[in-house]
Nanobody, 115 residues
Framework: QVQLVESGGGLVQAGGSLRLSCAAS????????MGWYRQTPGKQRELVAT???????TYADSVKGRHTVFRDNAKNTVDLQMNSLKPDDTAVYYC?????????WGQGTQVTVSS
C-alpha cells in the first residue's frame, strides 16, 4: 500500500510563495507520474502540475510560469514550489502518484492566499 503525506501548506499573502512537499512510503522510481492536484468546495479536483518518471512536466495554464514541480527519486519526494500566489490559488492541495494505472492520493494540505 502506497502512502503519500503532504506538508507545507498554510496561509500566505498574495504575491508570496509556498513550497509543498509530498513524501511517499515507498520508492517512487517506478511511479509513472507524480504530481499535485487541488480542489475547492463545490468544484472538481483539478490538475496543478505533474512530472513523469522521465522528467516531463505538465502544468495547468493557470499556474504556468509561477509554479514548478520537482521530483527526487532518491528522497522519494515530489515538491511543488508556488510563487506569485493569488487568491485563486486557495484550495486543498493533494499529492498524487500513478502506478500501473492505479491512482494514489495524499490526505491533502490547505493553502490559503489572502488578498
Amino acid at each position: 500500500q502506497v502512502q503519500l503525506v503532504e506538508s507545507g501548506g498554510g496561509l500566505v499573502q498574495a504575491g508570496g510563495s509556498l513550497r509543498l512537499s509530498c513524501a511517499a512510503s515507498t520508492s517512487i522510481s517506478t511511479f509513472n507520474t507524480m504530481g499535485w492536484y487541488r480542489q475547492t468546495p463545490g468544484k472538481q479536483r483539478e490538475l496543478v502540475a505533474t512530472i513523469t518518471s522521465g522528467g516531463s512536466t505538465t502544468y495547468a495554464d493557470s499556474v504556468k510560469g509561477r509554479h514548478t514541480v520537482f521530483r527526487d527519486n532518491a528522497k522519494n519526494t515530489v515538491d511543488l514550489q508556488m510563487n506569485s500566489l493569488k487568491p485563486d490559488d486557495t484550495a486543498v492541495y493533494y499529492c498524487n502518484a500513478v502506478l500501473y494505472r492505479i491512482y494514489y492520493w495524499g490526505q491533502g494540505t490547505q493553502v490559503t492566499v489572502s488578498s
